[in-house]
């Protein structure tokens, strides 16, 4: 069955730096990979989808990228800011009906000013 | 409303006992899923509506957990006999196409169950 790995539980870096976060896949490729963002105590918000045949998605500051050979999925947040603290979950197809998401354990990042 | 909506926000239940948990969609979404999160986890799939069909529920942990979705819109989320290790956060999701469809999925804000 497909698992996800977040490599990094959390990740601590100063205002305007870039956050660089980690999701590697196991199984098959998916047709399409997700982040979401979550604050606690919140669900998880959609940020960005990026599918099998693109290499690279930006929206404003944040950027995906898409590497089916590596299994892996980078997502950066140019120019950092405190308000960018939260967990951010990756998510992909668990079953090839396209009936549920497998999503990793998050990544919590915290942005110091 | 504008989101999805869960009710109710936080549940205490007593070991044994039965609870009912509601989400409602945004309006005219044709997928609902239910998602469990337990504390530092990713959220866990539980089952998957397509209007009022369930057409997955291979995340269902056991047959104490049920949901429906009679009219397409509304889900409800059912747990019987309650056990410690069901404690976790109870999310609802919906998005407007079929399936995980490469659409955003909106989410609920949970409801956090809490097995005493």
Redesign the interface.
């Known amino acids: 069955s497909q698992k996800i790995e977040q490599n990094s539980e959390a990740l601590n870096i100063q205002e305007g730096k870039t956050a660089t976060l980690t999701c590697n896949y196991t199984n098959y490729s998916p047709a399409y990979l997700q982040w979401y963002r979550q604050d606690p105590g919140r669900g998880p918000v959609f940020l960005l989808l990026i599918r099998e045949n693109e290499k690279e998605k930006r929206k404003e500051r944040l950027k995906v990228t898409f590497d089916t050979t590596l299994k892996q999925s980078l997502f950066h947040i140019t120019a950092s800011q405190p308000a960018d603290s939260a967990t951010y979950l990756c998510a992909l197809l668990a079953n090839q009906a396209g009936t549920a998401l497998i999503f990793g354990k998050g990544t919590t990042l915290s942005v110091s000013s | 409303g504008a989101g999805?909506s869960q009710s109710p926000r936080y549940k205490v239940a007593k070991r044994g006992q039965d609870v009912a948990l509601r989400c409602d969609p945004i309006s005219g979404h044709v997928s609902l899923?239910w998602?469990q999160q337990a504390l530092?986890?990713?959220?866990?799939?539980l089952t998957?509506f397509q209007n009022e069909a369930q057409?997955?529920k291979?995340?269902l942990p056991s047959d104490r957990f049920f949901a429906e979705r009679p009219e397409g819109s509304v889900s409800t989320l059912k747990i019987q006999r309650t056990q410690q290790e069901d404690s976790a956060v109870y999310?609802c999701?919906s998005s407007l196409g079929a399936?995980?469809?490469?659409s955003?999925?909106?989410?609920?804000?949970?409801t956090r169950l809490t097995v005493v």
């Open positions: 999805v899923f998602y530092g986890q990713g959220p866990e799939f998957y057409l997955d291979s995340g999310l999701a399936g995980t469809g490469g955003e999925a909106f989410f609920g804000q949970g």
